[in-house]
């Protein structure tokens, strides 16, 4: 939370992106120019804000700039109740074990959702840099995101019945997750881009925030319906019900897009040279080596994307070693959805004011506490210590209801991954913004991106290890991994480049 000391927010009418110096070019004749040394300000609790960066976009009218604000958050609301209709980590993964898919295909979701965001980033960011505005990168592959839930809707209508061909149903699923997450790789790049233009720095975190905020509390409505749906309350029964989260899906993603789209994008003035993918390898490592924050960011970035390795079984494992039934899955969801609501209010002002090295730590601490609840909820259970938990007053019930005394405490490992999903949603993004220049953060987000689409299909072997040494092993790694992201946080400094 901000103290006495710290810097005032901005006037929400204020945008220090765009700040236009007199002598600025034609917004309408864009110039290209070669990179330039990264200019930093140390911007820590007793800093003041970074003076804007003349003639870097053109002007828009103070009506249009909030206008702008409120499409972002309601394109960030609409996607955060996506994720909770379908995360990977619960819905999906139901779904694919209902069908019949192994271990290492679950622990696929989350790799396709990731690794598929992250690894086409590359192919696209060359390419952007050297355009002035970003938004028809972002539209066309909204529109095959669409495209590919709503073909989703229909193939698990049409193949998911009692006669139905679940594996034919499984294999058309993978391939359109795969062109979803894909999609949204292509339009990932121009998106953050887009961001960095339309929202000023200080007020990147408010922006991130009201955007999981708003989405959670929505979503937490929805896992009240997710559970009426996943245990037949509804009268719908497998797969039919899968076909009713779809559909819903379907009019999310929608009006995600939509909203984004409505965004005017102002034109960037000075442009960078279009590269190509090779140009961009060859580019990165010096950039890394040039970039203190750059490097440590990207090590603290693989290491809590490596952690991911055991997210997609918690729930299996409520539902195997803990006996609880799928209805459960609503429980979590709802657990998960409650703590990404309190933490985005302690994330987002800590995301405008406080140093990178800070925001990544917390981050990292965040993210370990999710696998050490995993490993010692079970243990506490097993020891006889959650007893009370069943004898509290009109409990007992609920907890009979949701497979007995391990399974409701369990859902504390929903709860801190709520807390590290949100702090990752706000600060991965804004300190990603801090430390990029503006006029070449296509060419950092995207190397830096797709190095972590690379990693994060690492996390499949994840499948594979549990079937050979079980959970409580793998769920031990993740949380090792975790802490060496913020032991590597440790190496970042405070500084923002200045805009």
Not at 86 to 112: D, H
Not at 219 to 245: H, T
Not at 430 to 454: C, D, F, K, Q
């Amino acid at each position: 939370m901000a103290t006495s000391n710290e810097p005032t927010p901005p006037a929400e009418d204020t945008v220090e992106a765009q700040f236009i110096a007199p002598n600025s070019p034609n917004p309408e004749s864009p110039t290209t120019a070669e990179p330039q040394p990264t200019v930093r300000q140390r911007t820590d609790s007793t800093s003041h804000p970074a003076a804007p960066a003349p003639g870097l976009y053109e002007p828009l009218p103070q009506k249009v700039q909030r206008r702008n604000f409120t499409f972002g958050v309601l394109n960030g609301v609409f996607f955060t109740l996506v994720g909770a209709f379908v995360s990977p980590t619960l819905v999906l993964a139901l779904f694919v074990s209902k069908l019949g898919g192994s271990n290492t295909l679950i622990g696929l979701l989350p790799a396709i959702a990731n690794g598929g965001y992250l690894l086409p980033q590359l192919f696209v960011a060359g390419r952007v840099q050297a355009l002035p505005k970003l938004m028809g990168w972002y539209g066309w592959p909204g529109l095959v995101r669409c495209i590919a839930y709503a073909l989703l809707t229909v193939a698990a209508l049409l193949l998911g019945g009692a006669t139905g061909n679940y594996g034919l149903l499984l294999l058309l699923f993978f391939v359109l997750y795969t062109i979803y997450s894909l999609t949204s790789g292509l339009g990932g790049v121009p998106w953050i881009v887009m961001v960095g233009k339309v929202v000023p720095p200080r007020r990147r975190g408010l922006f991130f925030g009201l955007r999981n905020f708003g989405g959670s509390i929505l979503a937490l409505f929805a896992s009240g319906l997710i559970k009426v749906l996943l245990d037949g309350q509804g009268g719908l029964a497998f797969p039919i019900n899968f076909v009713v989260i779809f559909a819903i899906t379907t009019a999310l993603v929608v009006l995600g897009i939509g909203s984004w789209v409505l965004v005017k994008e102002p034109a960037q003035r000075t442009l960078q040279k279009a590269m190509s993918v090779m140009e961009m390898i060859r580019r990165g490592p010096g950039n890394l080596r040039a970039d203190r924050n750059y490097r440590f960011f990207l090590i603290a970035r693989i290491l809590l994307a490596l952690a991911t390795i055991a997210d997609p079984f918690y729930i299996v494992y409520a539902s195997k070693q803990l006996n609880a039934p799928d209805s459960v899955a609503g429980l979590y969801a709802a657990a998960l959805t409650v703590a990404s609501i309190v933490g985005n209010l302690v994330w987002s002002p800590l995301a405008d004011y406080a140093g990178n090295r800070r925001m990544m730590m917390l981050t990292g601490v965040a993210v370990t506490a999710v696998p050490a609840m995993a490993v010692l909820i079970p243990l506490l259970a097993a020891a006889g210590w959650l007893g009370w938990v069943v004898n509290i007053p009109g409990v007992s019930g609920f907890t009979s209801a949701f497979g007995g005394a391990a399974s409701v405490p369990f859902a504390l490992v929903f709860v801190f991954s709520g807390f590290a999903t949100s702090a990752s949603g706000i600060i991965n993004n804004n300190v990603m913004l801090n430390i990029a220049p503006p006029e070449r953060r296509s060419e950092y987000i995207g190397y830096l991106n797709t190095i972590l689409g690379v990693v994060t299909f690492i996390p499949v072997i994840g499948g594979l290890l549990i079937d050979w040494f079980g959970f409580v092993p793998v769920f031990m790694v993740a949380g090792a991994l975790a802490l060496g992201a913020t032991l590597s946080a440790m190496g970042l400094s405070n500084e923002r480049v200045v805009e």
